[in-house]
């Protein structure tokens, strides 16, 4: 009969380590896939940025009507097309990277940015310029440093796995050392 419990006992530990093993191993695969979310998500804010400086500097530069001193929406669009065309694809693809609901105040940030580009008034406002550049910086490493930390934490069920495999070897080890010395003191 004894032998019988052994392989009972044997049988439930290896059921055991191998459905840790299977959550560790899925946990490091969400784990890849976060850190890969915030190597692209990071790579495409800081295009956007880019793309963003570039043509607040081109219409800076760009030649204003001497009449009206004012630079012709139109044309500036047309000679900067590649540009407002990488900028809104930046724009969609960070979108669809976001929640809607967790990341509504990232998203705006974003949607306030497509709007200064497409307004000439708010592209020459400096001021304007600073503000909204500065916002989406600040919200999106917001953003990288919360995702940067589910990450190190790992996932809920992960977590949660952790801490019930370690009560459960506490409560295994506290038990076997109970009868041992329970053993102890009868043998005594």
């Given at each position: 009969?004894?032998?019988?419990?052994?392989?009972?006992?044997?049988?439930?530990?290896?059921?055991?380590?191998?459905?840790?093993?299977?959550?560790?191993?899925?946990?490091?695969?969400?784990?890849?896939?976060?850190?890969?979310?915030?190597?692209?998500?990071?790579?495409?804010?800081?295009?956007?940025?880019?793309?963003?400086?570039?043509?607040?500097?081109?219409?800076?530069?760009?030649?204003?009507?001497p009449e009206t001193n004012e630079v012709n929406g139109v044309k500036f669009i047309e000679s900067s097309y590649e540009l407002f065309n990488e900028a809104h694809r930046l724009i969609y693809k960070l979108k669809l990277m976001l929640n809607p609901k967790k990341d509504l105040e990232l998203i705006n940030a974003i949607d306030a940015i497509e709007s200064m580009i497409m307004n000439k008034d708010l592209v020459a406002d400096n001021e304007h310029f600073e503000k909204v550049t500065e916002d989406l910086y600040l919200l999106s490493h917001k953003t990288l440093k919360g995702e940067w930390t589910r990450v190190k934490k790992g996932e809920l069920v992960f977590q949660s796995t952790k801490w019930l495999l370690a009560i459960a070897i506490g409560l295994f080890v506290g038990s076997y050392a109970l009868e041992l010395y329970t053993a102890l003191e009868a043998s005594t």
């Open positions: 009969m004894e032998e019988l419990d052994v392989k009972i006992v044997v049988t439930i530990i290896a059921a055991v380590v191998s459905f840790v093993g299977l959550i560790i191993a899925k946990d490091h695969k969400i784990s890849e896939f976060r850190q890969s979310w915030i190597n692209d998500f990071r790579e495409e804010i800081s295009s956007l940025m880019g793309c963003v400086s570039n043509i607040a500097a081109k219409f800076m530069y760009t030649e204003k009507n």
